[in-house]
């Protein structure tokens, strides 16, 4: 079992969509959830709807879709404030993946697995540069 | 004018809302499209819609959301029997960013630029490590 929560945050429905195909491969995950930035939110109200799926009783990844861009600098606003939140930017389909299939504690090791994973997935897969292997 | 086209090829709707989050973001964008590969879908039936959207009078780069995925497998594919087709595996927001703003010729040079952006696009910005720097 997971021992943290599983956020995923990003504009409009990239989050949503990302959660659903790592569910379409892996099977459905628990305690993971999916929050939109739509074009009518602000900040604020987007924070809120963070915030309302936020168990502050449990650790939490949030995974955000772009460094600077607004999910990310509100999931990292609400991560200053909450002890155990930790946030990763530049979420892809792979981090999901790792993500809700980990059963390790949220610590530093985790987090920088999870990272070099996503980094690792982003794979230059042409044909020429294979011929060249 | 960027002088190739983009697709975006993934598993569900993660191609879709990754192409609508980067032009909330960066505007809208030409010669760039999505391909969903749906629950119902076969490999074939992913690679006619696929082969329906590519333009073979125009190189085209295809950003696939998971290494060794259908979708990724079927654009490696249809990559092997085209000349001007390059494939990325491991797509994030700041790839799909990075692919349509650009305005350089696909060759080996971008596609090593591009996979070195979207790597650089996964950052741990949890407080504690801030907190080291």
Redesign the interface.
């Known amino acids: 079992v997971r021992p943290f929560d599983v956020l995923v945050a990003?504009?409009?429905?990239?989050a949503?969509?990302?959660l659903?195909?790592a569910e379409?491969?892996c099977g459905s995950a628990s305690r993971a959830a999916a929050v939109s930035l739509e074009?009518d939110d602000s900040p604020e109200s987007f924070g809120e709807r963070l915030t309302s799926v936020l168990d502050p009783q449990r650790p939490t990844l949030i995974l955000?879709?772009?460094?600077g861009?607004t999910p990310?600098n509100v999931a990292?606003a609400l991560?200053?404030r909450g002890a155990a939140?930790?946030?990763?930017?530049?979420?892809?389909?792979?981090?999901v993946?790792e993500a809700i299939t980990s059963d390790e504690e949220l610590d530093?090791a985790l987090?920088?697995r999870l990272?070099t994973a996503?980094?690792e997935?982003?794979?230059?897969?042409?044909?020429?540069?294979a011929a060249h292997r």
């Open positions: 990003s504009h409009g429905p990239v949503a969509s990302l659903a195909a379409m491969i074009p955000t879709d772009l460094n861009g990310h990292c991560a200053r939140i930790r946030c990763i930017a530049g979420v892809n389909l792979g981090l993946i530093d987090v920088e990272v996503a980094r997935a982003v794979v230059d897969a042409s044909p020429s540069v």
